[in-house]
T-cell receptor, first 115, second 114 residues
Framework: ETGVTQSPTHLIKTRGQQVTLRCSSQ?????VSWYQQALGQGPQFIFQ???????GRGNFPPRFSGLQFPNYSSELNVNALELDDSALYLC??????????????FGPGTRLLVL | AQSVAQPEDQVNVAEGNPLTVKCTYS??????LFWYVQYPNRGLQFLLK??????LVKGSYGFEAEFNKSQTSFHLKKPSALVSDSALYFC????????????FGKGTRLSVIA
């Protein structure tokens, strides 16, 4: 059973650019959640995808968008990058969206630096 | 809205001594509670969770946590700390009702000194 994988591991962009981060969920998991972890902070929920549909969104602007594919892998897209977008972006997969206290299993993250 | 407080930014403990990392929460209704650990340049690793039943939950690597409803706390404990336990620990909560995402605390850095 493979765990959650993310790519790339590190990324450097400049303000105004666009970025795409990728996540492969753990085998058998149909739900993917994305989090932003700023330096010295806990992860903050961006959005969740369940069976290719957005299934909840945190307090992030529309320039943060996502996709989930039929194999349950997922992408996070950020447009018009700002300096404050510099953070560790974490992807987590689970068997179901959250009912029953489903455990979310995290990938190693993508560290994004915006200059 | 739910929230998590981890009142200590840093906890220092000598190897072999018991450790406690504190967590209090605020949520509407009954909670699901989680502990995760993060090693440098790594993602979060699941340690344990409280769903229902026994207030003492046992998890990975000898860690356990005690759910206290009256004090709205879910402190992480280990009887004997190892140097390899040094890491960043996060407590997270979500209410049982509805599909609400995990809310994390700011984290507590545990340093175990040999």
């Amino acid at each position: 059973e493979t765990g959650v994988t993310q790519s790339p591991t590190h990324l450097i962009k400049t303000r105004g650019q666009q970025v795409t981060l990728r996540c492969s969920s753990q085998s058998g998991h149909n739900t993917v959640s994305w989090y932003q972890q700023a330096l010295g902070q806990g992860p903050q929920f961006i959005f969740q995808y369940y069976r290719e549909e957005e299934n909840g969104r945190g307090n992030f602007p529309p320039r943060f968008s996502g996709l989930q594919f039929p194999n349950y892998s997922s992408e996070l897209n950020v447009n018009a990058l700002e300096l404050d977008d510099s953070a560790l972006y974490l992807c987590a997969s689970s068997l179901n969206p959250g009912q029953g206290g489903e455990t979310q299993y995290f990938g190693p993250g993508t560290r994004l630096l915006v200059l | 809205a739910q929230s998590v407080a981890q009142p200590e930014d840093q906890v220092n403990v000598a190897e072999g001594n018991p450790l406690t990392v504190k967590c209090t929460y605020s949520v509407s209704g009954n909670p699901y509670l989680f502990w995760y650990v993060q090693y440098p340049n790594r993602g979060l690793q699941f340690l344990l969770k409280y769903i229902t039943g026994d207030n003492l939950v046992k998890g990975s690597y000898g860690f356990e946590a005690e759910f206290n409803k009256s004090q709205t706390s879910f402190h992480l404990k280990k009887p004997s700390a190892l140097v390899s336990d040094s890491a960043l620990y996060f407590c997270a909560v979500t209410p049982k009702q509805g599909n609400t995402p995990l809310v994390f605390g700011k984290g507590t850095r545990l340093s175990v000194i040999a």
